[in-house]
């Protein structure tokens, strides 16, 4: 195809759709190709980014990186707020930031030791930095190039990281049309619709170019060998350089011949993200990984150990269950006895999370059975004091999981509060912060979930107190504070969880609902809508955005929530009753009617539906049926203030139909 893909005058507005995709082989022809591209979009008063978002090429965050990387300065000059805010989100796709962003909010999961590392991030975690950089980029772009036009080349985005697709998959839907990008990415040939498919977009343009497949140059290995070996003396021992370096080394390791090099790289790989709960960008670095241990240091078993137990955990954030099981089982059958005690300790625990809280449906007796063998394991052992004590600790708290499971809320509390009591008194003050933490918060939920409220609140008090950067410590304080009508401090907690990391939708309902709670409706659907911008699918956020718009008299607004929240659930019942109301105080009575019909069918015991449904029958005209509503509403025992109400109702209903017979 030898026309630009963006035609003339205006060649970055030419696509039907904001996002285009062209097919084509990798290689200096395609990259010129949309570097030529590129040029005519600039030509026409675009601002240009050329980005490189193949996986190999720079890691999870391939392109979003270096995106940020680019316009990260320009921020910085004209909006500093906006790098103090984001800060928690900048230095995950940006970790040099780390040195001169010092602020950034650190948990105790983030400073944890390895041998005090006993919580990963969650994938959801994860995703919320994704948020976060779409606000970034939104609040900066909107206010400073909001008359720029922007395009954006994602070169080899089908070979990108999950994280990096998920980024420019959100921009594009949350933003894409308001800050006037257009997104153009490209993708090896018969890629193009998983492409569209990853980026949520089946309207988006698609290209096909017939360009000549070109096969990389590899450099020299001794060359590249140099180059390494000087990338790693500069790097020395600071993580956070190799971690930046990180995809460079694998590449320049790879042609210089040294797999052994490669394989303890993927292993660090693993290693970290994992830890930062990118499970499925973290177990790229881990396929092959098993198969390069046995040939590169078969020799070290608890190196070879070590990555089986790195895999395990990837397959349970991954939610691939089975495959987790079977390497734990081949593991426990092959390689158990060839190892030190501490690392059996590890499988059996990391086998009964598998079964008690990841397989469904979970298999309790299975998740004690080997949390069981831990505790011989742990006995047996030979630790250290202090080891010990927190071996055993851990273990238990596995089981006080498995009986808050069960419902049996007492042991497990009695297990949460006997274990810190022996970490009080045998472990070190300065150590195992962390985990001293979890237990204080999982025995918060617990007693949350028993009534003992108070407790509950002095409890993740504490948790908080330990780990005050933790923001979902402060939102599940606040979801108990608001259950228990203490607005006011619910809310406090909820604009907390926001300020202390990046953005996630259930906050924002939350707080949203604390609002609605203060009748602070304007408020209410700020937040709602803030929940919905982030995931639009959230029943609950739409529900209450609708039900505050009622309340402040936006009709239209209401209505068309009602509408969206009916189309993703019409069997929520509450929704069409209040959509019935709405058509009502409008004046369509049959479309009102409609309605509460429906709500009725759904949900034949409320008492109110029958009386809303007698006002609507009643200015229809047809009384005898508004009498007969009434009627069964004061047949299901309502109260006694409703009781009144449909008695005058149905007595002012029942003087209408003897007024018609007289006449």
């Given at each position: 195809m030898a026309a630009s893909a963006f035609g003339q005058p205006q060649v970055h507005r030419g696509f039907s759709s904001r996002i285009a995709i062209i097919e084509a082989n990798p290689g200096a022809r395609r990259t010129r190709y949309l570097e030529k591209t590129m040029q005519e979009a600039f030509a026409a008063g675009s601002r240009t980014f050329v980005l490189c978002c193949d996986f190999d090429e720079g890691g999870p965050w391939s392109g979003v990186a270096s995106l940020f990387l680019q316009i990260f300065p320009e921020i910085q000059a004209t909006r500093p707020d906006l790098i103090e805010r984001h800060t928690h989100e900048l230095v995950h796709i940006l970790p040099q930031l780390r040195v001169s962003l010092p602020g950034w909010n650190a948990t105790l999961t983030d400073i944890a030791t390895d041998s005090e590392r006993v919580r990963s991030y969650s994938v959801d975690r994860a995703f919320r930095v994704v948020n976060g950089l779409v606000d970034l980029l939104d609040n900066w772009k909107s206010e400073v190039e909001h008359d720029i036009h922007w395009t954006v080349v994602c070169d080899g985005l089908d070979h990108a990281g999950k994280m990096s697709s998920h980024f420019f998959s959100e921009l594009m839907r949350r933003r894409g049309e308001v800050l006037d990008i257009h997104l153009v990415a490209s993708a090896a040939p018969g890629g193009g619709e998983a492409l569209r498919a990853s980026l949520n977009s089946q309207t988006a343009d698609l290209l096909t170019l017939d360009l000549p497949e070109e096969p990389k140059i590899p450099l020299d290995s001794g060359y590249a060998a140099q180059r390494a070996q000087a990338l790693e003396t500069q790097i020395g021992n600071d993580d956070i350089e190799k971690r930046v370096h990180l995809p460079e080394l694998i590449r320049l390791w790879r042609q210089a011949g040294r797999l052994d090099k490669v394989f303890r790289l993927k292993l660090f790989g693993l290693t970290v993200y994992l830890h930062l709960g990118l499970y499925l960008d973290a177990m790229r670095y881990g396929d092959g990984l098993m198969q390069m241990a046995a040939e590169h240091a078969s020799a070290d078993r608890e190196l070879g150990w070590r990555i089986v137990m790195k895999l395990l955990n990837?397959?349970?954030?991954?939610?691939?269950?089975?495959?987790?099981?079977?390497?734990?089982?081949?593991?426990?059958?092959?390689?158990?006895?060839?190892?030190?005690?501490?690392?059996?300790?590890?499988?059996?625990?990391?086998?009964?999370?598998?079964?008690?809280?990841?397989?469904?449906?979970?298999?309790?007796?299975?998740?004690?059975?080997?949390?069981?063998?831990?505790?011989?394991?742990?006995?047996?052992?030979?630790l250290s004091a202090e080891e010990y004590h927190f071996q055993r600790v851990f273990n238990r708290n596995g089981l006080a999981m498995i009986r808050t499971f069960q419902g049996r809320y007492s042991e497990a509390l009695d297990l949460c509060q006997s274990g810190l009591d022996l970490l009080n008194s045998y472990v070190g003050a300065h150590k195992h912060k962390l985990h001293r933490s979890v237990l204080i918060y999982n025995a918060a939920q617990v007693l949350a979930t028993i009534g003992e409220h108070e407790k509950a609140l002095d409890h993740y008090s504490q948790a908080i107190a330990?780990?005050?950067?933790?923001?979902?410590?402060?939102?599940?304080?606040?979801?108990?504070?608001?259950?228990?009508?203490?607005?006011?401090?619910?809310?406090?907690?909820?604009?907390?969880?926001?300020?202390?990391?990046?953005?996630?939708?259930?906050?924002?309902?939350?707080?949203?609902q604390c609002y609605r709670n203060l009748e602070d409706f304007e408020q209410a659907v700020k937040a709602y809508s803030r929940a919905l911008d982030i995931d639009p699918g959230q029943l609950l956020a739409l529900l209450g955005r609708a039900q505050c718009h009622e309340q402040l008299g936006h009709v239209e607004a209401a209505m068309a929530d009602y509408d969206a929240v009916i189309a993703r659930d019409a069997n929520l019942w509450e929704a069409i009753a209040s959509r019935g109301v709405l058509h009502y105080e409008l004046g369509n009575l049959a479309a009102s009617l409609t309605n509460f019909n429906r709500a009725l069918e759904l949900a034949p015991g409320q008492v109110g539906l029958f009386k809303n449904r007698a006002i609507v029958l009643s200015e229809l005209g047809r009384h005898h049926e508004a009498a007969h509503d009434l009627e069964t509403a004061l047949g299901l025992n309502p109260s006694e203030e409703e009781r009144l109400d449909l008695h005058a109702r149905l007595d002012a209903i029942m003087q209408k139909l003897n007024a018609d017979v007289t006449t």
């Open positions: 990837g397959f349970m954030g991954t939610q691939k269950i089975e495959a987790g099981l079977q390497l734990a089982r081949h593991a426990e059958l092959e390689l158990a006895q060839q190892v030190k005690p501490a690392a059996r300790i590890e499988l059996w625990y990391l086998m009964a999370m598998l079964y008690a809280r990841f397989q469904k449906p979970r298999d309790f007796a299975m998740g004690e059975e080997y949390l069981e063998r831990g505790l011989i394991e742990i006995e047996q052992a030979h330990m780990d005050p950067n933790y923001s979902e410590y402060h939102n599940d304080r606040g979801n108990l504070l608001l259950a228990l009508g203490r607005f006011e401090e619910a809310r406090a907690d909820y604009l907390k969880a926001i300020e202390l990391g990046a953005p996630f939708f259930e906050v924002f309902t939350n707080l949203g």
